[in-house]
């Protein structure tokens, strides 16, 4: 897990925080999205390229729900 997801959290206000719990789905227009929390209750949602999304999933960093 050397590289991790990161999103902004909208409750905090803060960028760039470490994803926890990722789950990647595809959208219906075939994007990427990965959602998870920020290990303090918070949802996170972030918008992915398909390269980012496969890498992810293939580190183990997140899980695929397609």
């Known amino acids: 897990m050397s590289k991790m997801l990161t999103a902004y959290c909208m409750k905090t206000k803060e960028k760039n925080v470490p994803m926890q719990?990722?789950?990647?789905?595809?959208?219906a227009r075939g994007?990427?999205?990965a959602q998870g929390n920020d290990g303090k209750g918070n949802?996170?949602?972030?918008m992915l390229g398909?390269?980012?999304?496969?890498e992810a999933v293939k580190n183990g960093v997140a899980k695929?729900?397609?």
């Open 21 to 27: 719990d990722a789950v990647i789905t595809k959208t």
């Open 43 to 46: 949802k996170m949602t972030t």
């Open 31 to 33: 994007g990427y999205m």
């Open 50 to 54: 398909e390269a980012t999304a496969l």
């Open 64 to 66: 695929k729900a397609w």
